[in-house]
């Protein structure tokens, strides 16, 4: 701005700017991307994610300031008092379109199956909503897949890579692993780990952070991948990680019955967003076929056979029956699980206490 | 944890006691990461060099067992430089005088003689501490899987009472909770102290209370710990036992014990989702409906109150657990057990717990709630002690403790010493990470050893070994790295191939009963 800047009082400076000729508050540190993401634009981007330090990378993001000879990207710049603002003007459409031609020239793929990762749409709906080909630009390509990492977790599929550096940020800013990294520069640029090795080898702890930032799927889910072929829709459903006590958050996804992926909720109170190797792709044991079907009784030959579950039933409470009749109250016990949920917990103190009229339960916190 | 998991990336200093935490809560690692790359200053105590330790300013390679001198040194230190919050104090807790009294004999040389770190690093990890705005400290089962687990629980309250490190931002006392709902477990009632809510079952009041709910009279006499239960069961003393999701067998110290005292009960009944190695010594197994197959509620560390949610119907004929153990007290004769739902369940527990009494299965279903809520619109507590502690006084006690041996420490015939805890691609005994495919990173137990002792004993990189205790012996493959000291190994409990938990088990908690699993004596021998 050229103008003389009066002093306003402190007050008036806190907060006002005009966002496509609607006067907005804001609160001091905010950037012009925040903003707009508050009044609901549809500030287009692809190396942006709000937990990440703003990037400014992929130009997507740029608006017009009045009184500047040059759109800024709004991610880096920081709205100040007064600033007017454009957000969508058909030159910034242009400019919009062109950059992403020369993105899509190089992502041939039309469609990206979304069990790749949770940002894994993000250039395919831009693709659409600029209704961009890719043929403007058709020529060169950087990015080189790694089809040698044959890990069974993260597919790294580098010809759909454009260079966002959302992966390598996520895991140096959210994780703090630093364990992969950019290398080369244009169409030389290669996302890569010390020694370009394999992941395995690599400092990474296999979070999968990484493959839920990415906007292309260029990083994906290989273990949900599995069920790419499966015709049902995905649904998602919320839940919370069965591991360890910190309680992440989690969507669960399945397709018909079948449960084929794991999702980090960036609304978790917990973890918001983050996630660890087992709470990512440690799910399989739910639908393993070494899972209990039946009920189990112990037969006369001393052997565990199938059996109703009124048969088990009946014979579980005769044996505790039993041995309140034989042997007194106290007699029996209960061990409560820590890895079901308080039902279970709840419903098997009460057993004890009003079975018995002691207090033998415990759970499994002493060992 | 006294303060919620977000006050994790608020602290300017950061002492992190007896917790892996990279491994065992690696998201909640990720917000102290953040606070250090905020400029927090971390202060690491752990006998392993783990990966935490990598990244401390600090890192204190204390002996195993012997954190109460190592704290008693530090508390020292803090009382001696005046850097103790004199307001908090005086406002906020009794028996000061006493504690620092006690502390002033134990020096940081002292300290050094029996935990092995230098005096030096026991002074600046002291000072640092001592002198942040916001210290925090955080531990796992490092500090209570010890026979002096209460003793290091409260050497580390004293330290935050002398610093007034509690009730504030980025501050506290903060356990880490191992399992996903062990909070739960026991904020349902599954303790033998305590009814739903932690209400004292010695308490003639809440004995009547919950007798008249249950519709049965309950003696208001503590009952027996797992541990107790087991020698009795060993002992032909208790007569049927019902376990619901624990592999016992693998995960519990002494397993010749164990397994002797379940084989010898007339009736044990398991309810899990695998036929586990203590399912496989039940008279009944009955099928649990998963995680992902269920509706019901998590607690987390954070005491933050949680849904779960059924996505996929239940294998075969599996059921919900609290469905399963219904049809038992119903089958029983006992009245209460007519739920329909796992709602029916949960909104009981909130009718009967005090810290609950605000929530319901729809607030649940928000996960913004940490308890106690004590009341329909209370917001829930994230941040505990911030007025007064759950004392009769309301103020905080200063314990005077004092330090002493392990259970079994080093000798002639086992002189190297074993510590046990987990990895972080598996998960306890491996039910669950042992069938998802986890065996890509960590296909099978290695034992720890620092190169100078695989030399020592013979030992190859690679090679086998067997270990040696007072109980027995497993086999297993050797890895030598300095993440062990010289003189100490680590190995996990999760292969059942390699019981661990055969040579654990020397002695226990006198207050808790939980098991000295972090130290136990030993000796290598080539294979």
Same mark, same amino acid.
Request: net charge negative; charged share 25%.
């Given at each position: ?367 | ?47 392993? *060099? ?26 020292? $230190? ?33 300290? +050094? ?36 687990? $209460?003793?290091? $629980? ?57 007798? +008249? ?7 208001? $006499? ?11 069961? @060993? ?25 002797? @005292? ?14 586990? +190695?203590?399912?496989?010594? @039940? ?99 994230? *941040? ?22 392990? @259970? +079994? ?119």
């Amino acid at each position: 701005m050229n103008q003389p800047i009066q002093t306003p009082a402190p007050s008036t400076l806190a907060a006002v700017m005009e966002m496509d000729g609607q006067e907005v508050s804001f609160t001091p540190g905010e950037t012009i991307y925040e903003v707009s993401q508050r009044m609901g634009r549809q500030v287009p981007t692809l190396c942006y994610d709000d937990r990440l330090d703003p990037f400014g990378g992929c130009r997507l993001c740029v608006v017009e300031v009045e009184g500047l000879r040059n759109p800024v990207a709004s991610c880096t710049t920081k709205a100040t008092p007064g600033m007017k603002v454009h957000t969508k003007t058909p030159t910034l459409e242009r400019h919009r379109k062109t950059l992403l031609e020369l993105v899509v020239s190089e992502n041939p793929k039309a469609t990206i199956d979304p069990l790749r990762g949770s940002a894994s749409q993000e250039l395919v709906q831009l693709r659409t909503r600029y209704g961009v080909t890719g043929e403007r630009f058709a020529g060169h390509h950087s990015g080189q897949s790694r089809t040698d990492d044959a890990n069974p977790f993260i597919l790294r599929d580098y010809d759909q890579c454009i260079s966002c550096y959302r992966c390598v940020r996520v895991c140096a800013e959210q994780e703090g692993d630093y364990a992969i990294s950019v290398r080369g520069r244009g169409f030389e640029t290669k996302i890569t780990t010390e020694f370009d090795g394999l992941l395995q080898d690599s400092a990474c702890t296999f979070c999968g952070q990484c493959v839920q930032t990415c906007p292309t799927g260029a990083l994906a889910d290989r273990k949900a991948m599995r069920a790419q072929a499966d015709p049902e829709p995905i649904a998602a459903t919320r839940s919370v990680c069965p591991y360890c006590g910190v309680g992440c958050s989690v969507d669960l996804l399945s397709k018909g019955d079948k449960l084929v992926g794991i999702r980090p909720a960036r609304d978790g109170g917990a973890n918001l967003g983050a996630l660890c190797v087992k709470g990512q792709f440690a799910f399989d044991f739910v639908q393993h076929e070494d899972r209990l079907r039946t009920p189990l009784v112990r037969g006369d030959d001393g052997t565990l056979r199938p059996a109703s579950w009124d048969e088990a039933l009946d014979r579980a409470a005769a044996g505790f029956a039993k041995a309140l009749h034989d042997h007194g109250r106290h007699s029996t016990y209960a061990i409560a699980s820590g890895r079901a949920p308080h039902e279970s917990a709840y419903a098997i103190q009460k057993l004890i206490r009003a079975t018995s009229g002691t207090n033998y339960v415990d759970n499994c916190s002493r060992a | 944890m006294s303060n919620p998991l977000a006050d994790m990336e608020k602290p300017d200093v950061i002492f992190a006691i007896g917790t892996n935490m990279t491994e065992c809560h690696p998201v909640a690692a990720t917000r102290l990461k953040k606070a250090l790359r905020r400029g927090a200053t971390m202060i690491v105590a752990d006998p392993r *060099r783990i990966p935490l330790a990598e990244i401390a300013d600090i890192y204190l390679p204390l002996r195993v067992g012997t954190d109460v001198a190592l704290l008693l040194g530090m508390a020292h $230190v803090i009382e001696r430089e005046g850097l103790c919050d004199r307001a908090f104090i005086e406002a906020r807790t009794e028996d000061a005088e006493a504690f620092f009294e006690h502390v002033r004999q134990f020096t940081p040389e002292w300290a +050094e003689t029996i935990c092995g770190v230098p005096a030096a690093d026991i002074e600046r990890a002291a000072l640092l501490y001592g002198r942040a705005e916001r210290g925090a400290i955080y531990y796992t089962l490092g500090i209570t899987e010890h026979i002096c687990g $209460v003793d290091n $629980v409260q050497s580390l309250c004293n330290l935050a009472l002398m610093t007034g490190n509690i009730g504030r931002e980025g501050t506290g006392i903060n356990p880490m909770r191992g399992q996903n709902n062990i909070q739960g477990a026991g904020d349902a009632g599954g303790l033998p102290n305590n009814f739903p809510g932690f209400l004292p079952v010695t308490d003639p009041d809440n004995a009547r209370r919950f007798s +008249e709910l249950y519709g049965r009279e309950i003696e208001p $006499v503590k009952g027996i710990t797992k541990v107790r239960a087991l020698e009795l069961a @060993a002992e032909g003393k208790l007569h049927a036992m019902i376990i619901a999701g624990e592999n016992t067998l693998v995960s519990d110290p002494d397993r010749a014990h164990c397994q002797h @005292a379940l084989e010898n009960l007339d009736h044990l009944v398991v309810i899990d989702i695998f036929l586990t +190695e203590t399912a496989e010594l @039940a008279d009944v197994v009955l099928p649990a409906s998963a995680w992902a197959e269920t509706d019901g509620v998590f607690t987390n560390t954070e005491r933050r109150i949680q849904r779960v949610r059924a996505a996929v119907p239940a294998q075969g004929q599996a059921k919900p657990e609290w469905w399963i153990v219904a049809q038992i007290g119903q089958r029983m004769g006992a009245p209460g057990f007519e739920w329909h739902s796992a709602q029916d369940v949960f909104d009981e527990l909130c009718s009967v717990s005090p810290i609950y009494a605000g929530v319901d299965w729809e607030k649940a279903g928000t996960g913004k709630y940490h308890w106690p809520v004590p009341e329909q619109g209370h917001p829930g507590t994230p *941040r505990l002690h911030e007025d007064e502690f759950p004392s009769p006084s309301g103020k905080g006690k200063f314990m005077r403790v004092g330090y002493r041996d392990p @259970a +079994e420490v080093v000798s002639e015939q086992f002189p190297v010493w074993l510590t046990t805890g987990r990895r972080l691609q598996h998960y306890h005994t491996r039910t669950m990470t042992g069938r998802a495919g986890m065996h890509f990173f960590v296909p099978q137990e290695v034992l720890e050893v620092h190169p100078d002792d695989v030399a020592r004993w013979g030992l190859t990189d690679g090679g086998k070994c067997r270990m040696v205790g007072s109980r027995g012996a497993v086999e297993l493959r050797v890895e030598a790295t300095d993440r062990s000291p010289r003189g100490t190994v680590f190995c996990s409990f999760s292969f059942g191939d390699v019981p661990v938990n055969v040579l654990t088990g020397a002695g226990y908690d006198p207050v808790t009963e939980t098991a000295e699993l972090k130290v136990c004596p030993v000796r290598l021998e080539p294979v």
